[in-house]
């Protein structure tokens, strides 16, 4: 597969700038953004703005997610969090009394917090499986902990703190053989590495947009396998019921929720200014190719694992295509987020980690910046 020339003209990124944290929050695209500004001014003349605008970007944004992730529109609810999904997701998972619900540790807390809440609701008992010893697997530990008095499973497919895939398939497997729900947050993967949803079947997964999906703070998507649509959402929307477009007929109150994932949608999710920033990059995303993306983010994440190693820097293993996480034996010093402050280097530090997570933006004069920066952190350990 081709890889995917520099895109960084695409963006308004100053020369000056290498900015290597898309784990953390990605730029706009300009057309998102240009997206965006006329979306905001459409409320400036609201007398155009007509029923059927409530409903027609959403279904295209909807649509466009549900495609990049190999799935239909109905089977996906609008959110505006990754917290907001995890909770509509657990309002619909039965657990037992005494049944366990596995999370990694160090996952997201939008994740933890919200198992914590099941547990304290249903009696169950939370199982943290430990970071593995340098060198093993986090996939192996995490099949290890699921057995048959697991009710719940829920995991990343890239680990947010050290890039580790997760083997998901595998996951799924072992849940399905003891009768687990699965629930995925995809937000440090999806848009940036592909992901076989049918083989991997999950009952639920929720990524948030502004990463690897280079959209809006404030908008997520929730994916609801077909066996749960018929589930409770978190609100009493007036949106999600049956004959909704009709505005003249809502003071009929009819109960009805839309019969899939759309009655899941947060409330007011027909965000005018925020749902044409998340399509427009959906659908570059798309015109690139995930599989495309993920290639040439590997080859950018490689060569600069290579050049790193000869400072000393240790990736983690199993790591995901996009995503470098690396430690130096004897630390790069605290004063080392100020120094690539200053060099407007950008990357994320996380306990003793150093994230670099690159887009198609990153080009050679960016890479030639982070490794001369840490070059020099590193001489000053020494
Ligand atoms: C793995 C992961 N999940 C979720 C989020 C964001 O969660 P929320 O949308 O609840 O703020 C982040 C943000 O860093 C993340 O890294």
């Known amino acids: 597969m081709p890889l995917i020339p520099c895109q960084r003209a695409l963006f308004d990124i100053p020369p000056g700038v290498a900015y290597f944290d898309c784990a953390k929050m990605s730029p706009l695209l300009n057309r998102a953004a240009a997206a965006g500004e006329a979306g905001l001014l459409r409320k400036a003349h609201p007398w155009e703005i007509k029923a059927a605008h409530f409903f027609d970007e959403s279904e295209r944004v909807r649509g466009l997610f549900a495609r990049l992730i190999g799935a239909a529109a109905g089977d996906v609810a609008i959110v505006p969090s990754v917290s907001y999904g995890m909770a509509t997701a657990m309002g619909n998972v039965r657990v037992a009394a005494g049944q366990t619900i596995v999370t990694l540790a160090e996952d997201f807390p939008s994740t933890i917090y919200a198992c914590r809440a099941l547990v304290a609701r249903e009696e169950a008992r939370l199982v943290t499986v430990a970071r593995p010893a340098e060198g093993e697997d986090w996939t192996e530990v995490l099949l290890d902990a699921i057995d048959g008095g697991t009710a719940l499973v829920c995991a990343p497919h890239v680990h947010w703190v050290c890039g580790t895939r997760i083997d998901l398939e595998a996951v799924a497997r072992r849940c399905r053989s003891v009768g687990a729900t699965l629930i995925l947050d995809t937000t440090q993967s999806t848009g940036a590495l592909p992901l076989d949803l ?181 001489a000053q350990q020494v």
């Open 198 to 378: 049918q083989a991997i079947d999950p009952d639920y997964l929720v990524a948030a947009s502004y990463k690897w999906l280079l959209g809006p703070y404030s908008v997520g998507f929730l994916y609801v396998a077909p066996r749960h649509q018929q589930g409770r959402p978190l609100e009493e929307a007036w949106i999600t019921r049956a004959g909704a477009e009709d505005f003249r007929r809502l003071t009929r109150y009819d109960e009805a929720l839309e019969p899939d994932a759309r009655r899941f949608d947060m409330g007011e999710r027909s965000n005018f200014a925020l749902l044409p920033v998340a399509g427009a990059a959906i659908s570059q995303l798309l015109d690139w190719g995930v599989d495309s993306i993920a290639e040439t983010l590997g080859a950018t994440t490689a060569a600069l694992e290579a050049r790193l190693a000869e400072l000393g820097a240790e990736a983690s293993p199993s790591r995901a295509p996009h995503y470098l996480s690396v430690r130096f034996p004897h630390g790069l010093g605290d004063e080392v987020e100020a120094r690539l402050a200053a060099a407007e280097v950008h990357v994320s530090l996380r306990g003793d980690r150093m994230r670099i997570t690159p887009h198609l933006y990153n080009d050679e004069q960016d890479a030639d910046r982070l490794v001369r920066e840490i070059r020099e952190s590193v």
